[in-house]
């Protein structure tokens, strides 16, 4: 790079560009911004002169004093330009003054959030570039700070009451500021998303966002969603087949959002949210869940299980309760809960890949919620078999809440011989039974029914003798009845008026077989 070696002493230029702040001087900005940007260029590849510049107190406190000016705001444009080339200079430097100088690098965190707070707000067509990107530089310089911070203690550091309400105001306001859905609100979220990571990794700060300063987290949760579809995703032209990559933007929220729901105070934040008159926090916060829970496999913690489980067990169990109170019909209601349903249910099925969770699931004796809730889900009429109907499915509905809760059921009745007698015991055996029989309502159900039937009958002979009973109690065991209990690992023979089940063998764990005879009456 070729650098004018001549350049405007660097003291000297802030000293200048102070005075004409306080003269209301409208300043000549091109000689402003062609020095800033030699001392930003140097200070960026030059470690050696990036540390001499941070450890100059007379240049530390003469940066500070121009930000001081310009802390209040209402800056032309032109002068606004200035003092974002200043903060980008700024956050070159503050890793090492946050290393050597705490009380200095505390008074430009304090005045950086002070500014992103006024420069968030009066946006209009002239002034909104400026500002979202002098916002973004303030951002990056704060992260800056945070990361040399870390870097240089030796435990965890809990984080002041003053820094966490400096915080939480500068989301509330970034949070409010009325989207475009421009290249600069884009970048300014992920340095707001990459701060955020930081700051929630201290799950005090988490706990407190969370709960204390609620309307916080709701707002910037509603921004969120809000921005997703157009920062989700990174651009670049793709075959429509292929899986879109996921942007800075998405997993850096999903980093936030991980801190969130592994928290202790998670389950409260979720009560909160679910009694909004607006829904869409909610219903942003279970679909993250149900992104993390299904694709995230390392990192969980068991402390971290226990928090996320802890809530959807809890959450799960208003949803059964408020379904079972709710009047009308059974499908207009479980209409009305369907997008909390599968994201709960969904999240709670892929975190029981982990047997640590099945284990802490069945402590908690969560099949008794799961069942009440299976029996309110069969109460939906059927809108006809599957394979009989005349026309074709909504494949707008692909929610399958029933074919999720069979799958939950498998997992908390594979090897649990307790478990499997409830499920018999509270007449939901049969439910399972029927629900091999698909409907256009749950197009995809039978597979997960088939291997629930087989989890139920895994060495139980109540249950066996459960479904060799079918023929007695009135229940034909016709030739799908057949195919259905092959499918699940039984041979059906009818000998005699008898109905035979023979296990075959390999097919049950340990490969026991057992003939089981019932009379018809």
């Known amino acids: 790079m070729d650098m004018n070696l001549d350049a405007e002493d660097l003291f000297s230029l802030l000293t200048r560009y102070q005075a004409s702040l306080q003269n209301d001087e409208e300043p ?21 002169i990036r540390a001499k510049l941070a450890q100059n107190e007379s240049l530390v406190t003469q940066i500070r004093q121009v930000l001081v000016l310009a802390e209040a705001g209402g800056l032309t444009v032109s002068r606004l330009r200035v003092v974002r080339g200043i903060i980008i200079l700024l956050r070159n430097l503050i890793p090492v ?8 690098t505390e008074k430009f965190e304090h005045m950086l959030w002070q500014m992103i707070v006024v420069n968030s707000q ?68 992920i340095g ?67 801190n969130v729901i592994t928290n202790a105070r998670c389950y409260s934040l979720i009560g909160r949210l679910n009694q909004e008159t607006k829904l869409d926090p909610l219903v942003e916060l279970l679909r993250v869940t149900q992104i993390l829970s299904e694709g995230k496999e390392e990192g969980w913690t068991e402390d971290r299980l226990i928090s996320v489980c802890s809530w959807l067990m809890e959450y799960t169990k208003s949803l059964s309760k408020n379904i079972g109170k709710g009047s009308g019909k059974i499908e207009e209601i479980l209409k009305q809960y369907e997008r909390r349903l599968t994201s709960t249910l969904d999240s709670i099925s892929s975190l029981m890949r982990f047997p640590f969770v099945v284990k802490l699931m069945n402590s908690y004796k969560f099949l008794d919620v799961v069942l009440d809730l299976f029996k309110l889900v069969c109460q939906r009429p059927k809108r006809g078999k599957f394979d009989e109907a005349t026309t074709g499915f909504d494949r707008e509905n692909k929610a399958g809440i029933k074919g999720i809760i069979i799958e939950i059921i498998s997992y908390l009745v594979s090897g649990n011989y307790a ?54 109690k009135g229940a034909k065991m016709d030739e799908k009845s057949r195919k259905i209990m092959e499918e699940c690992g039984y041979k059906v023979d009818i000998v005699d008026g008898k109905v035979k089940l023979t296990a075959m063998a390999g097919n049950l764990r340990g490969g026991n077989i057992e003939e089981l005879e019932e009379l018809s009456k």
């Open 419 to 472: 478990n499997q007698e409830e499920v018999r015991k509270q007449h939901c055996l049969e439910l399972v039974l029927d629900s091999s029989n698909l409907d256009l309502e749950e197009p995809f159900i039978r597979e997960r029914a088939i291997l629930c039937i087989r989890a139920l009958m895994d060495k139980n002979r109540g249950n066996q003798d459960f479904v060799a009973n079918l023929e007695v």
């Open 192 to 258: 707001l998303l990459t701060l955020l990571a930081k700051c929630t990794s201290s799950d005090e700060f988490t706990a407190d966002w969370i709960s204390t300063y609620y309307e916080s987290f709701r707002e910037f949760t509603t921004a969120f969603k809000a921005l997703y579809h157009d920062f989700g995703w990174k651009d670049g032209e793709t075959d429509s087949d292929d899986i879109p990559e996921a942007s800075s933007f998405t997993l850096l929220g999903l980093h936030v959002f991980l």
């Open 122 to 189: 009066n946006l209009n067509d002239d002034n909104r570039q400026i500002k979202l990107r002098t916002v973004t530089a303030c951002i990056q310089c704060l992260c800056n700070a945070k990361t040399a911070q870390t870097y240089n203690q030796t435990e965890v550091k809990s984080i002041s009451e003053q820094e966490k309400l400096l915080t939480i105001g500068g989301i509330e306001a970034i949070s409010n500021i009325s989207p475009q859905h421009s290249k600069d609100e884009e970048e300014l979220w």
């Open 97 to 104: 003054i946050a290393l050597h100088n705490k009380p200095a």
């Open 28 to 48: 000549d900005i091109s000689a402003y911004l062609g020095n800033l940007s030699f001392w930003i260029q140097i200070s960026a590849k030059d470690e050696n």
